[in-house]
């Protein structure tokens, strides 16, 4: 059965810490990992990663993929309480033409305290 | 502002009714998805359409159906619902349906059951 994993499900830090969230996947046909945020509402889009070792950055967010291990990670350096979240992985499956499957994990909830 | 527009925000439901949930977007993607979103259990696939005249079912499609009249518009509809059916709906969207690509949510239905 193909599965997301994320680590871990919550975490309390302080204005200016260094978070890593992590995001392991046992799936076949792995096309694609996917990083986003859900602060209120709707989830929006971080991160796609398709290759192992190159590392994806914007501003203080940076992540990175592990095909070898199975294994994404999500860094955020000198947090903010703007980055107070739930942040979301999610590992796109592909089968062949137009068919595949995109599996969330369940997200870490991030707060930052000031 | 280009997007996902889904309505009502909430609404309480009575067990038994129907009810249509709305999704209309205007970046003219092809592909179209319902996901719900439940505490523990993370973002689950409804049902989606690769182009419209056309829809599959996702992982959790029971109790639920949909149509693709057009471009723009994504209807889910709930024919009798049920308590377990309470949770919040996004509606997201995305260029050509290619498994992993970036998705566009709207931001959310909020729906409890009683």
């Known amino acids: 059965e193909d599965k997301v994993v994320q680590s871990p499900l919550s975490l309390v830090v302080h204005e200016g810490d260094t978070v890593t969230l992590n995001c392991s996947y046992e799936?076949?046909?792995?096309?694609?990992l996917l990083w986003y945020k859900q602060e209120k509402k709707a989830p929006t889009f971080l991160f796609m990663l398709?290759?192992?070792?190159i590392e994806k950055k914007s501003g203080r967010l940076s992540s990175i993929l592990d095909k070898k291990e199975l294994f994404s990670i999500l860094n955020i350096t000198a947090t903010q309480t703007g980055d107070s979240a739930v942040y979301l992985c999610?590992?796109?499956?592909?089968?062949?033409?137009?068919?595949?499957?995109?599996?969330f994990g369940k997200g870490t909830k991030l707060s930052v305290k000031p | 502002i280009a997007g996902i527009t889904q309505a009502p925000t909430s609404q309480i439901l009575a067990a038994g009714r129907r009810m249509t949930l709305r999704c209309t977007q205007d970046m003219r993607h092809n592909a179209m998805y319902w996901y719900r979103q439940d505490l523990g259990l993370g973002l689950r696939l409804i049902h989606y359409s690769n182009t419209a005249g056309t829809t599959g079912k996702g992982e959790v499609p029971d109790g639920y159906s949909v149509s693709r009249a057009n471009t723009d518009d994504f209807p889910l509809t709930l024919a009798s619902a049920v308590p377990s059916q309470t949770s919040v709906y996004f509606c997201?969207?995305?260029?050509?349906?290619?498994?992993?690509?970036?998705?566009?949510f709207g931001s959310g239905t909020q729906l409890s059951v009683l």
């Open positions: 999610a590992v796109a499956i592909y089968y062949g033409g137009s068919q595949g499957n995109l599996i």
């Open positions: 997201a969207s995305s260029t050509t349906g290619t498994p992993g690509e970036k998705l566009f």
């Open positions: 398709t290759s192992s070792g």
């Open positions: 799936v076949t046909n792995f096309r694609s």
